[in-house]
């Protein structure tokens, strides 16, 4: 048979269980499940302010040519 047999799972599962009890493991879960309520929580927030937010204007301002050297054209012949 192969390393994840049901028996396997079964042994692990109890040992588990006798490490940290069943009141330990609820407590872990619970505060697991606040956690992702929290963050789905702020992930909405966030998606509310980027929505009400003005989006901003980038205006554009007249731009000088860049020149170039007349001393890399003569390096290149």
Known sequence: MGATS?????????????????G??????????????SF??????DEAAAKSADPKVIEQSAARPVERAETESSKAS
């Open 24 to 37: 330990k493991i609820s407590d872990i879960m619970g505060d697991v499940a606040k956690g992702i309520k």
């Open 40 to 45: 789905k929580k702020g992930m909405s927030e």
């Open 6 to 22: 049901i028996w396997h799972w079964i042994i692990v599962l109890l040992i588990v269980v006798l490490l940290f009890g069943r």
